[in-house]
Nanobody, 122 residues
Framework: VQLQASGGGLVQAGGSLRLSCAASGRTFSSYAMGWFRQAPGKGREFVAA?????LYSDSVKGRFTISRDNAKNTVYLQMNSLKPEDTAVYYCAAQGPPGSDWLSEQHEYHYWGQGTLVTVSS
């Protein structure tokens, strides 16, 4: 199983980016897929996830939107109104069977992508 994240880059504050995470090796349509991030010098934190519905951290609610295309086995993160504090390496993750509704818990995710760097300049 591989998760390939892409779409990171350098953007000015207030700008937008769209991250993609393409999964291969198994189908994740029945399981949660999510995004986590790790800022310099900090631990990895939950950003957003989707299974039957979407869940967001308070810090990104209203600015980020997670979506998925099950036909493409891909999850997306549309990030708008970016702030310098959103600067981090963003990781996509996917759960495997039996699946869990604990969408914000890192230990519930079995598969992880390699990360893509998002840098927001002020």
């Amino acid at each position: 199983v591989q998760l390939q994240a892409s779409g990171g880059g350098l953007v000015q504050a207030g700008g937008s980016l769209r991250l993609s995470c393409a999964a291969s090796g198994r189908t994740f349509s029945s399981y949660a897929m999510g995004w986590f991030r790790q800022a310099p010098g900090k631990g990895r934190e939950f950003v957003a996830a989707i299974r039957r519905s979407a869940l967001y951290s308070d810090s990104v609610k209203g600015r980020f939107t997670i979506s998925r295309d099950n036909a493409k086995n891909t999850v997306y993160l549309q990030m708008n109104s970016l702030k310098p504090e959103d600067t981090a390496v963003y990781y996509c993750a996917a759960q495997g069977p039996p699946g869990s509704d604990w969408l914000s818990e890192q230990h519930e995710y079995h598969y992880w992508g390699q990360g893509t760097l998002v840098t927001v300049s002020s």
